[in-house]
């Protein structure tokens, strides 16, 4: 995130994001991964808000708007299922923007890349396998007629 | 003030790389400018564990996201679609698929076939050796024997089926249509000193490998050691006149945002669909009030974008998914005209291979597919590598109303009037888009594919910006000729998506760079009588 002062999000609203983020994907000992209120998955996440931050900041703005005054992250576990679902029901890009924020940092985390059975690495240089395929597949279309139509002469 | 060049090109993407490189051969002093940057795989996302994330913001389709300092914005505010492009050397081929069907025969001439919108003053027979040889340069991988086209030779093979591949072909021998590799400009052999594809996955924002062939490796070297010379961060603002009436050269702000004159005897666009009308609005002068080669009026007018649909749906088992290269099959059983149905014309179905990690998380969530809270794991799971998706590229015929004009307010960092569209998809394409959207349906269905969601438009075009100063014999209902001159300016040319006369139901680069070809062939066999 940008080091502007307007472009830097308050503690309470760095608070609501956690505790929505959390709610988004929580932690999870039955797949042995954690929350994206991860300490490292949130630094990420906070880092990684760039051009989004507008979109961000309406979408804390937004939940804090159906809290009632109150802040999202102190409302009670009911109160607050609520306004996440009321804030999911309403849609639109700054849902979008958030839940992209929130999700692209958490699915690159190493440790739930591993509990998805895959390597955490980029894909270059190693690359991957592909294998070739049973091309007789192609045989009963290779004896269809042709199918382009033939043009006019001008 | 710059020497006097030859032959002035504007824009170095896919349209600009080829002509330059053809014109090459005539030992004129050509030069082309380009508003953004030589591009290093090394910058590429698949370098980097953030590489999905990269494709929402420097490397994102759209201009006005990605918002480089070499991009302008575009309003595109009034369009369902928006516009996807890429500003670089390469142009839109750094971000690109690298899918690559030609057009089809009967697409050049709707009208005599179908009575609709107009035929192309050339036909498919015209472009077929300017077809192969940019096959040849830009190096395609594919099959011959696809009964849906006319005789062709790629010069490498296939991409590989995989497992993804193969469940499509399964379902659509079972429903008994047609389906066949797609070609690719994606490397699966060495090839004129690209490696092959190592299966990275994330193609189309630009390829770490080098595997997929983007002008800046394909075309621009050859054309370089040819004597043509590429000035790249030159962004012109317009072309100017002489007193003749004729094109005198370009203006231009450099690196430093200096403005520049570059004197040319002959001016090629290469800018795209939008791009090009923008330059030519842009240069509107006293001669010229209504833009520069536009007294046709259809100047921005006739913009067509593709829609393009997406099916997908989830399998019971983990195939490709962003492991390997997206493309793999197309299918033209419904590309032609059939009296049968309730619109004319057609579309190309394609066959995509999956979605990486992250992607799957969002774009699930987006719809309502992936929950929040304790069963967010459980479900994230269930759709992971598990996906088909089809798309559908349905053909957009041309209609007035759709078009590029200035912006009367939005301008780029260097101040020049940026670029409106406004475009609504026609009653006969969303017909077939339902159509399309019914068949792919079937198809995932007969693949044993659940939980299916259907997107009617993407977020962004597929980047296919066409019709926007189109050719034709009749000055009164085109805007340049039946070999890229201007009408009106006897020394402009225009090579680029632009000048479509109607779109297909294809991707369109292969189609570009054909015509590339073709007009400057037509250019090098007039070089005596070019101005006539």
Redesign the interface.
């Known amino acids: 995130m940008r080091n502007d002062p307007e472009m830097t999000l308050s503690p309470a609203e760095v608070r609501d994001l956690r505790c929505v983020a959390g709610m988004m994907v929580p932690a999870s000992e039955e797949f042995g991964v954690p929350g994206a209120d991860d300490a490292a998955i949130f630094a990420d996440i906070i880092a990684s808000i760039g051009r989004d931050f507008d979109s961000v900041r309406q979408a804390l703005g937004a939940l804090a708007a159906l809290s009632s005054g109150q802040a999202f992250a102190d409302l009670d576990e009911t109160r607050r299922d609520m306004v996440a679902g009321a804030f999911q029901a309403q849609g639109g890009v700054v849902l979008a923007t958030l839940t992209r924020v929130i999700l692209q940092c958490y699915y690159r985390d190493d440790r739930v890349v591993r509990s998805l059975g895959l390597e955490p690495r980029p894909p270059f240089p190693k690359g991957h396998t592909l294998e070739q395929g049973d091309w007789s597949l192609l045989d009963p279309v290779r004896t269809r007629p042709k199918m382009w139509r033939d043009v006019p002469p001008r | 003030m710059n020497e006097m060049v030859d032959v002035l090109i504007i824009g170095s993407g896919a349209s600009g790389a080829a002509v330059a490189w053809s014109l090459a051969e005539t030992k004129m002093r050509i030069l082309c400018l380009e508003q953004g940057d030589w591009m290093k795989q090394s910058d590429?996302p698949?370098?980097?564990?953030?590489?999905?994330?990269r494709r929402?913001?420097d490397f994102d389709v759209s201009p006005n996201?990605r918002?480089r300092p070499t991009d302008y914005p575009v309003n595109d505010q009034n369009s369902l679609m928006k516009v996807a492009n890429f500003n670089g050397v390469g142009g839109g081929t750094i971000l690109y698929t690298a899918h690559f069907p030609r057009m089809?025969?009967?697409d050049?001439?709707v009208r005599?076939?179908d009575g609709v919108a107009d035929d192309w003053p050339i036909?498919?027979t015209d472009l077929e050796p300017f077809f192969t040889e940019n096959d040849r340069m830009m190096g395609v991988s594919g099959?011959a024997?696809d009964?849906?086209?006319?005789p062709r030779q790629p010069p490498m093979p296939p991409?590989?089926?995989?497992?993804t591949?193969?469940r499509y072909?399964?379902a659509m021998?079972k429903l008994?249509w047609?389906?066949?590799?797609s070609d690719s400009t994606i490397a699966t052999t060495e090839y004129d000193g690209r490696a092959p594809c190592?299966?990275?996955?994330?193609c189309t924002p630009g390829c770490?490998?080098g595997a997929k062939a983007s002008t800046d490796i394909t075309y621009w070297p050859h054309a370089i050691r040819a004597g043509v010379e590429l000035r790249t961060r030159c962004r012109v603002r317009e072309i100017t006149t002489n007193e003749h009436g004729m094109a005198a050269g370009a203006i231009y702000y450099d690196g430093d945002g200096v403005e520049q004159f570059q004197p040319a005897e002959v001016v090629i666009l290469a800018c795209n669909g939008i791009g090009t009308p923008r330059l030519l609005l842009n240069s509107a002068s006293s001669r010229f009030p209504d833009g520069l080669a536009n007294s046709s009026g259809l100047v921005g007018k006739n913009l067509m974008l593709h829609p393009w649909p997406q099916v997908r749906g989830y399998i019971d088992e983990r195939v490709?998914g962003d492991?390997?290269p997206m493309l793999t099959l197309w299918s033209?059983e419904f590309?032609?005209?059939d009296p049968t149905r309730d619109f004319v014309r057609g579309y190309t179905l394609q066959f995509a291979r999956g979605t990486g990690?992250?992607n799957e998380?969002?774009t699930s969530?987006?719809a309502g597919l992936l929950p929040?809270?304790?069963d967010?794991?459980?479900v994230y799971?269930d759709l992971?590598y598990k996906r088909l998706q089809i798309g559908i590229a349905c053909e957009d015929l041309p209609e007035e109303h759709n078009r590029v004009t200035l912006d009367p307010v939005l301008k780029d960092s260097s101040g020049i009037p940026a670029p409106r569209i406004d475009y609504t998809i026609s009653e006969n394409t969303r017909r077939m888009m339902e159509h399309g959207i019914a068949r792919a349906t079937e198809i995932l269905t007969a693949a044993g594919a659940t939980n299916h969601y259907t997107s009617r438009t993407i977020l962004n075009s597929p980047g296919h910006l066409l019709g926007t100063a189109r050719m034709g014999t009749d000055p009164e209902r085109s805007v340049v000729n039946e070999w890229g001159r201007s009408h009106d300016v006897k020394n402009l040319f225009i090579v680029d998506g632009s000048i479509w006369v109607t779109s297909g139901g294809v991707n369109p680069t292969s189609t570009i760079q054909a015509l590339a070809l073709y007009i400057a062939d037509s250019i090098k066999q007039r070089l005596a009588t070019l101005f006539d």
């Not at chain 2, 009964?147 to 006319?150: D, N, Q």
């Open positions: 590429f698949s370098n980097g564990r953030d590489w999905e994330a929402f913001s996201r918002a089809h025969p009967s050049f001439r005599s076939l036909d498919y099959l024997g009964p849906a086209y006319p991409l590989p089926l995989g497992k591949g193969t072909a399964k021998n008994g047609h389906w066949w590799p190592i299966n990275l996955g994330h770490a490998q490709d492991r390997a033209k590309y032609e005209t990690v992250v998380a969002i969530a987006d929040w809270g304790k967010h794991h459980r799971r992971l």
